[in-house]
């Protein structure tokens, strides 16, 4: 099972409860054809259920901000560039009756094949044969070429949830209607249920609809923890999604990043990172005029760490030159991909 590889190295606790979550039931927009009856917790049924789900989609659809919403904290980073998330992610969300162990999954694309991205669509695949639940998460329009390409990969030997995210760009609710209807066609989906991630509308209805679909299990991890991952790879990833939202569109792609010390002396963690750059070229841009570009990632950067581990953070940030690491299988396991 997917959760044995989840076992500590690293157990992350989480530093403050989850925040208040707006559900959807005022505007009355339910989960629909939800095919699998539930068997909810009660006095006298006290079931636990406890299970893996996968959030697996084309990249920027959301999953990310789903999962980080679901969570009610930062845990996976986010852009409006594709490609921000390159790791599986596990995102554990534990309730007084269920356990989730979400997993989120890089974005399937198959617009740039290199060493990077096919290690990316490895991990998608893999992911879809190990979970009990998959939600596949689209925007709320016409499947693309992008969305069709994920749908002939779910799994037919186990429920799958279509999760129409963005719900709130959607104006007229009942536009989502026919919509629905197209996609019913398309797959034996369990259910179908419009969700606005950003906005934490209807999440609550969507957590629901996958109970029902996990299995009764005693939950595997305490009730605090919330990721497998250590503080060093979610200071990288905090790292990198700085440099993915404040350079333009070429950058991001061609770069990574590398903790090279994560020293703990009392609450102060002192942290020397590398963003790894692809050429030459793109060093001046990472570090821009006066070296305010790579000022303004890092403060970011170091802000948001100490937002999530909770304590003060000294960070230094280099840029140093790998060419060609993303193309380099050798590299990209040394880099953790
Ligand atoms: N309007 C709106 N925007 C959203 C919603 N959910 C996510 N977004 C935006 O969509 C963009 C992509 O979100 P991500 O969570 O990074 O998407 P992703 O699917 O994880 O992307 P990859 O990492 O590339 O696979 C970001 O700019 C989010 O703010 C939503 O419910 N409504």
């Known amino acids: 099972m997917l959760h044995r590889r989840y076992e500590p190295p690293y157990l992350w606790r989480r530093q403050q409860p989850p925040h208040r979550r707006t559900t959807g039931r005022a505007t009355g927009l339910q989960p629909i054809a939800c095919r699998q009856e539930s068997t909810l917790m009660t006095e006298t049924n006290p079931v636990f259920r406890c299970g893996t789900v996968a959030i697996v989609g084309r990249p920027n659809v959301g999953k990310s901000t789903l999962l980080n919403h679901i969570l009610g904290l930062k845990l996976s980073i986010t852009s409006r560039k594709a490609q921000t998330t390159r790791h599986r992610l596990l995102g554990i969300h534990t309730t007084a009756d269920t356990q989730f162990l979400f997993v989120d999954t890089p974005g399937f694309q198959q617009k740039h094949i290199n060493a990077l991205n096919r290690t990316l669509n490895k991990t998608v695949t893999q992911v879809l044969t190990e979970v009990d639940v998959v939600l596949f998460v689209i925007e709320p329009m016409h499947l693309g070429e992008a969305d069709r390409l994920v749908l002939n990969m779910l799994p037919k030997d186990r429920p799958v949830l279509l999760v129409v995210n963005k719900a709130d760009l959607m104006g007229d609710k009942n536009n989502l ?53 250590n503080e060093r790879f979610l200071a990288a990833e905090l790292l990198r999604e700085k440099v993915f939202r404040l350079l333009g569109e070429e950058i991001p792609y061609a770069v990574t990043v590398e903790i090279e010390q994560f020293q703990q002396e009392g609450k102060l963690r002192r942290i020397h990172a590398a963003i790894i750059v692809d050429k030459e070229s793109q060093k001046p841009m990472l570090i821009g005029k006066n070296g305010e570009k790579l000022k303004q990632i890092s403060t970011e950067a170091r802000q948001d760490m100490e937002k999530l581990f909770g304590g003060k953070i000294w960070l230094e940030v280099w840029v140093k030159v790998k060419s060609g690491w993303a193309d380099d299988e050798r590299a990209l396991k040394s880099l953790g991909y």
């Open 177 to 229: 209607l026919p919509l629905i209807q197209d996609f019913d066609l398309e797959f034996p989906f369990a259910a179908i249920v419009p969700v606005s991630a950003k906005k934490s509308l209807y999440l609550d209805e969507l957590l629901t609809t996958v109970r029902q679909h996990l299995p009764e299990q005693p939950a595997i991890y305490a009730e605090d923890e919330f990721t497998d991952k």
